[in-house]
């Protein structure tokens, strides 16, 4: 009796170890495994399983957010000239990347406290329509930065 449960739990450990490991794979590889799986030939931030309409919703975020088009970050195919969406071709589609990552981070460590919003910070918190966000001596020039009086 002992014998047998302790090989039912021997399987179940089998079982959640190859589970964790294929997790861990998707993490590591998650390109590879994804395109298996993914419509998308070349996602690395953005969830594979994301639908078309999603994703093409985030596009149009990012173009509005950031006062751009498509091409901002994505390349055209050098032989065809049609658009490469899945190129890495252009720095500004890896800054983005980078961007995303960020925003994300924001909202999860920062802003999640709200179940009903989420997405508190987005693209458009901080570029309000411009592709790099104003600073403070753009809308400012000659204001000195002093700190405020103490009472
Ligand atoms: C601010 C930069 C930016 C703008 C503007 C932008 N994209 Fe993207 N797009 C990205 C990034 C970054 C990725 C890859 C995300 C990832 O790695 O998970 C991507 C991925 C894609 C993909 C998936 C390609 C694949 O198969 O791997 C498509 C399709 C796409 N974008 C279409 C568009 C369209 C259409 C527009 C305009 C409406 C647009 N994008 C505007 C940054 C941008
Ligand atoms: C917390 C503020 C903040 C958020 C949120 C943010 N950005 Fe940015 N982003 C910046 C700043 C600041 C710069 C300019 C950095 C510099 O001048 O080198 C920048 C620069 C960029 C650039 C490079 C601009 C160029 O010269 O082409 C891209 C692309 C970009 N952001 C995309 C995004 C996208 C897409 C999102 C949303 C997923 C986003 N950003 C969210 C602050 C932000």
């Known amino acids: 009796m ?28 998650g390109k590879e495994v994804g395109k298996v ?28 957010a950031l006062g751009v088009k498509c091409n901002h970050c994505h390349a055209a195919n050098p032989e065809t000239g ?7 071709a252009k720095k500004e589609k890896d800054y983005a990347r980078h961007m995303i990552t960020m925003t994300n981070e924001l909202n999860k460590k920062h802003f999640d406290y709200d179940p009903a919003d989420k997405q508190k910070v987005s693209c458009f918190t901080c570029h309000q329509g411009n592709i790099k966000p104003k600073k403070f001596t753009d809308i400012a020039p000659a204001a000195p930065v002093t700190p405020s009086p103490s009472k």
């Open 37 to 64: 799986e993914s419509q998308w030939a070349n996602l690395k931030v953005l969830p594979q399983d994301i639908s078309e309409d999603e994703l093409k919703g985030l596009m149009r975020e990012y173009n509005a």
């Open 82 to 88: 049609k658009m490469d969406f899945s190129s890495d």
């Open 2 to 29: 002992i014998v047998k449960k302790l090989g039912f739990l021997a399987a179940v450990l089998v079982v959640v170890a190859s589970c964790a490991s294929v997790t861990k794979g998707k993490v590591d590889q």
